[in-house]
């Protein structure tokens, strides 16, 4: 499985900004997920759709502002972002791992884009 991002850049605080994750293959038989890593920091999972189950959850700090989805027809990830504020501001990675592993948690994700860099700055 491959994964290819794209939708980063920069945007003024308040903005929203949109990440795509093409994938090789379907990714219905997939855990998905979007994680992020500021410099200095962990790598840290914000937002994952569980493969059995369907489950959606979001980290604290995007709960509100981002939104998971997926295209079956194209393969396709996307992470909506909104209300963008610095503290956003990291490389952002989608990934994904085999289905029955729930947790958003980057040890249990095996399948790593690129990863593209948001910066949210005036």
């Known amino acids: 499985l491959q994964l290819v991002e794209s939708g980063g850049g920069l945007v003024q605080p308040g903005g929203s900004l949109r990440l795509s994750c093409t994938a090789s293959e379907s990714l219905d038989y997939y855990s998905i997920g979007w994680f992020r890593q500021a410099p200095g920091k962990e790598r840290e999972g914000i937002s994952c759709i569980s493969g059995t189950g369907g489950f959606i959850n979001y980290a604290d700090s995007v709960k509100g502002r981002f939104t998971i989805s997926k295209d079956s027809a194209t393969s396709t990830m996307y992470l909506q972002m909104n209300s963008l504020k610095a503290d956003d501001t990291a490389v952002y990675y989608c990934?994904?791992?085999?289905?029955?592993?729930?947790?958003?948690?980057?040890?249990?994700?095996?399948?790593w884009g690129q990863g593209t860099q948001v910066t949210v700055s005036s």
């Open positions: 990934a994904a791992s085999p289905p029955w592993r729930q947790r958003c948690e980057r040890d249990d994700y095996d399948y």
